[in-house]
C-alpha cells in the first residue's frame, strides 16, 4: 500500500520535528551537564571568593576595630590635649581677668578719687557760687537799698522842689501883687501930686490974684512957698524910696530865681549822678551775669568732654571685651566644629561600618534565600519587573514558546515604577511616569483599547505643606497644604495666563526659561543629548 504523498511528508515533518526535538533536548542535556559543571565551579569558585571575602571582611573588621582604636585613642589624646590647651586657656583667662579685675578695680579706685576730689571741687565750687550769690544779692539789696534811698531822697528835692516852687510862686504873687499895689500907690500919689499941683496952681493963681489983691502979704507967701519946697521935697524923698523899695523887690525877686534855678541845677546834677551810678551797677551786675554764665558754660563744656571721655573709655572697654569675648566665642566655634567634624567622621566610620555589615548581611540572607528556592533551571533570566522587564520576558515567550524564562523582581509586586496604591479610596501612583503611546514597540506589545489610557494635558499640580499663595487649600486644620498649577503655555496656549499668574516660581524664574526653551525648540534631540 502506498501512503500518499500528503501522508508521507507529514510523517517526514513529524521526523524531523523529532530529530530536531532530539537534537535540541541533547544539546539542552550537554548545555546542562556543561551548565552543572561550570556552576560546580563557579560555586567552589564563589565559596573561595566568599572564604576570601570573609577573610577580608574579617581583616577590614580588625583593621576597622583597630582604626577605630587608633581614631578613638587619638580622639582621647586629642581630647587631652584640648581639655589641656582648654584648661591652659582657661587658666590664662583666669589670670587675664584677675589682671583686668586688679585694672578695673584700679581703674575704678582712681575714677572714685577723681570723682571724690572732682566732688570737693564741685562743692567748693558751689560753696564759691553760692558766697558769690550772696554777695551779689547783698551787693543788689544795697543797691536796692541805695536806689531806695535815691528814690526817697529823689521824692525829698522833689517835695522840697515842689515847695520852692510853690515858695516862690507865693513870693511872685506876693511881688506882684506889691508892685501892683506900688504901681497903684505910685499911681494914686501921681493922682494926689497932680491934683496937689493943680491945687498948687490954683492956689499960686490964687495967690497971684490975692497978691494983686493984697501986696502986702510978702512973708505970709514965703512961708507957704517954703512949705510947698518942702513938701516937694518930702514928696520926692517918698518917690525915691519907693523906687529904693521897687528895687529891693526885684533884686529879691532876681536872688529867689537864681536861688530856685541853683536848685534845679543841683537836683538835676544829682539826679544825673544818680542815673550814672544806676547804669554803672547794672554794668557791672551784667558783666558779674556775663562772667557767671562763661564759667557756667565752660564748666559744663568740661563736664561735657569729661562725660564723653569717660563714653569713649567705656565703648572702648566694651569693644576690647566684645572682642576677647568673639575671640573666645571663635575658639569655642572652632574646637566644637573640630569636635563635631570628628564625631561626624566617626559616625560617618560607622554607618559606613553599618552599611558594610548591612550588606553583607543581606547578601548573606539573598544567598540563603537563593539557596532555599527550589532547583530549577532557567534557560534565561530577566532583572527587574518593570515595564522593560516584562516586555522582553513577553517577547522571548512569544518567540520562542519552549525557553524558561525567570523574572527577578526585589519588590513584591511586579510593575517597577508603573504601579499603584489604594488608599483611603485613593488612587496614588508611584513615581513620576508617564507613558508616551507613539513608541512603536508598545503599540506591539500592549492593547490601548483595554488599558483604557487617557491623555494628560502639559503641566502639573504643586503640592507644598507651607503652601503657595494663590492656591487651592485641601486638607484639614491640622494638615493644610496649596496646591498650585504649573502650565506649559508653548503646547497650550490658553494657559499663558496661568503659567505666568502661577506662584511656583518668580516672574525672573520664569523669564530665564524662555532661552533654554527657545535652544531645545532650535536643537535637535542628538544635540541635546551630546549636550547631557
Sequence with gaps: MVEPDGERGQR?????????????????????????????????????AKREKAKAKKE???????????????????????????AKQREDREIAEEAERKRIEQEKKVELERKMEEQRALEKRIEEEKRQAEEQARAEAEAKARESKAREQEEQEEKERRRLKEEQEVMEERRMEEERAVEQRLVEEQEAAEDQAEEEARISAEEKRAKAEVEGG?????????????????AEEKARAEDAEKARLAEEARLAEEARLAGEARLAEEARLAEEARLAEEARLAEEARLAEEARLAEEARLAEEARLAEEARLAEEARLAE????????????QARLAEEKRLAEEARIRMEAEIAEAARVAEEEARLASLPKTEYDIAIIGGGPAGLAAASTIKRRAPNSNVAVLEAQETLGGRVSSDKIDGFTLDRGFAVFIDSYPQSKKLLDYNRLKLRPFQPGAFVVTSDGWKGGMKCGGDSSVFEISRVADPLRRPQDLFAAVTSPVGSLMDKLRVIPLLVHVIKSSTDDIFKEV
Excluded: C, H, N
Design 12 to 48: 517526514k515533518r513529524k521526523r524531523d520535528v523529532v530529530k530536531a526535538v532530539f537534537k535540541r533536548v541533547t544539546r539542552k542535556l550537554r548545555k546542562t551537564f556543561s551548565r552543572k559543571y561550570r556552576e560546580a565551579e563557579r560555586v567552589a569558585e564563589e565559596e573561595v
Design 60 to 86: 577590614e573588621e580588625e583593621r576597622l576595630v583597630k582604626v577605630r582604636k587608633e581614631r578613638e585613642e587619638a580622639q582621647l589624646k586629642a581630647k587631652q590635649e584640648a581639655e589641656r590647651i582648654l
Design 218 to 234: 510978702g512973708e505970709r507967701e514965703k512961708a507957704r512957698m517954703e512949705a510947698e519946697e518942702k513938701a516937694k521935697v518930702e
Design 324 to 335: 576677647e569675648a568673639r575671640i573666645a566665642e571663635e575658639a569655642r566655634l572652632a574646637e
